[in-house]
């Protein structure tokens, strides 16, 4: 929304301030009259004839804002910062001018309160021509900095009061109120009050925003309350006038009043509940505010023996207070004309919290312990101390809430709430995004807290325009700008303690995942170039990565380079894969002699009779696995499986060595012995202890005989090769799918 009237430049503030007679705190009168007068006689010329960006006259709206602080019970020092809160945009350097003039506390107070609106009026500028995904994103924002400002709740106030009169102006004027102002109010501004227990302004807040966004619905519930008017006022007063007699007749001292009706409250009531007008038990209702509380439960108890109570409809709000603090007793009881009558009891002081909230028990530094009358200065003091704690428990409470993270806000979570607001802090990004971090969280936690890799480069930082060390702790409301370096990463210094570079947990773990990561990339580049320079020695560049580690009992080429590279495994057994020695006729194989006749069981070579035959024991073949043979020099014909890798890289070499072979038939007989096959089986299983146990029952239970075992286990992984002896293939599948059976196993497979 732009501004109807730009504010006046520097030059022309620098000339308003020549003019204006800045006052001299130190020769100021405390008197609070004085403080209100000086405060707005300083503020009048820079405030003339202005407009802010809403379209208000800005010493009218000063003057409505800081009335409605009167109103709530504010101190007359912070209703006269309203004045100096809009009079800092005619001044060319505010902060000196206004500590100068009405104190330090005074000037802080005025730089916190224009930061956040500074800050709101970029973020609604940002989102201005948005929808209404972006209206919600901006209305998030304002909770979020409203929060992020709440340490000091003074602040926190003027935004309420400020709010408020806006929206009276624009229904004074009859001018539009805009969608999103009327929206953000019902949603943040309005329960905001009522986290501070401001009955008074909540209320206002919700009927003026109601009024505005759904005007039909509010000139209809308007009319229904109009409607019978005199009728039920007179019902009221007459109500009123009986329980002002009856207890009086009871001896207790009481001020019985009408309660006001809210709109907006009537309209949820009625929507919520499907009620209709009449319906609505509330409309018509008592207030009585007695001087202690045992005189309010024996008023309630006068109210009830008079008139017939609800069933139901008895709240005690004293004995059970609402999360904000609210106290009082509600009961709703059936009057002489035969209609609902709702009647509040409550202390004065109950009262006085319950209209005002915060600002009835909130007394600011000029205040001190004389703000409680008749109680000594240490316990005034504690006082200030736990409403100080209830109010920020509030809105954390809200926090929570609006973020549906399920956790209740009741007394249950009063301590959770409470340790949160200790440990916590809200920054601004330079486009004022809210940004939540630890108290104590440095320049590289916010870093962090945006995305990782902005953390990584961060190599400086500005907060609030100038520039801070990296360890510096950032406090709430700052705005943080990170100056990050195209590549690289974090320092090691970021890890000690001492150096204060990092508070979070999480932050300093991100950086320690990070130096991990490049240890292993320096690991896994030493086991690639000792595997590569292997393979280069043995003239097998062209192997394939994945078939050799898969062939060695390893997931991937990286699995295997990273146990390479730490030392825990050979490079022996890497060559030993990669030449495996050719069987011995009496070690390893199983030697056969066959005549073309093909009579009994073993290998036939096709066209040759009487040809020794063994079974190499690379890949270990078994009926019915195609296979090849080998000729070799002096040892007869090695057969392997077609697909083996070894005998694939001998033919390619020697063609001619390649002679046809095939399984020839059992021998006929009963008494025939069958022959035994070695195969290998590969298991992959998470390590534990027992596993080569439970792996061999299986084999027991299977009855497979096992003539060899090869283990090795890293990174919690385990690796298993079993040598076994069986028939043919067909009673592995078995096998393996009893071993996929046992506990921690990933995988079991022929090798």
Known sequence: MKSRAEAPPVAQAAAIVQIVEVPDASRSSDAPG????????????????????????????????????????????????????????????PDSALAKGFGEDAAQLVSLTRKLVQIQRAA???????????????????????????????????RLASRLQTLRWHAASRTPCPVDLAEETLQVFAPLANRLGIAQVKWELEDLSFRFLKPDEYRHIAALVDGNRAAREAAVQAARSELSALLAQAGLVAEVSGRPKHLYSIWKKMRGKGLSFERVL??????????????????????????????????DYIARPKVNGYRSLHTVVVADDGLPLEVQLRTHEMHQAAEHGVAAHWLYKESGARGY???????????????????????????????????????????????????????????????????????????YSLHTELGHRCRGARVDGALVPLNTPLRSGQTVEIVSAKDGGPSLDWLNAELGYLKSQRHRAKVRAWFNAQAQAQTMARGREGVEKLLQREGRTAVNLATMAEGLGFKS??????????????????????????????????????SRSASGGGVLVVGIDSLMTTLARCCRPAP?????????????????????????HMASQQPDRVIAVAWGEPEPGPRAAAALYA????????????LLRDISEVFTREKVNVTGVNTQSAKGVAWMTFTVELHDTARLAGVLGALAKVGGVRSARRR
């Open 557 to 594: 080429p990286e699995a295997l380079f990273e146990v390479v590279g730490k030392d825990e495994y050979s490079l022996r057994h890497i060559e030993q894969w990669l030449r495996p020695p050719e069987p011995e006729p009496d070690d390893d194989t199983v030697p056969l002699k066959r």
């Open 124 to 158: 609604r500028r940002g989102t201005a021509t948005g929808g209404a995904p972006d209206r919600r994103a901006q209305t998030e924002r304002v909770r979020k900095m409203l929060l992020a400002f709440s340490r000091d709740l003074r602040v926190v106030l003027l």
């Open 679 to 690: 195969m290998d089986v590969t298991v992959e299983a998470s390590d534990r202890q027992g």
């Open 282 to 315: 509330d409309a018509r209702a008592l207030r009585v505010v007695l001087g202690s509380v045992a005189d309010c439960y024996a008023a309630l108890a006068r109210v009830h023996e008079h008139w017939s109570a609800v069933a139901g409809e008895f709240d």
């Open 373 to 447: 009358v008749g109680v000594s200065a240490p316990e005034a003091e504690q006082r200030l101390a736990e409403a100080r704690k209830a109010v920020l428990r509030e809105l954390l409470a809200w926090e929570r809430e609006t973020h549906g993270d399920g956790e209740p806000a009741g007394p249950a979570s009063s301590t959770p709430a409470l340790a949160a607001d200790d440990e916590r802090i809200y920054v601004f990004t330079p486009q004022a995004t809210i940004v939540e971090l630890g108290v104590g969280a440095t320049p590289v936690d916010f870093a």
């Open 624 to 648: 019915p696995d195609a296979i090849a043979g080998y000729v070799t020099r002096g040892k007869g014909v090695a057969i392997h499986r077609q697909h083996c890798s070894n005998f694939r």
């Open 34 to 93: 004085d403080r209100l007068a000086r405060a707005r006689s300083f503020a009048e010329p820079l405030l003339a004839g202005r407009l802010l960006d809403t379209g208000e006259d800005a010493l009218a709206h000063a003057d409505g804002a800081a009335a409605i602080l009167a109103d709530i019970g504010a101190s007359p020092a912070l209703c006269a910062v309203t004045w100096l809160v809009y009079a800092g945009d005619g001044l060319s350097d």
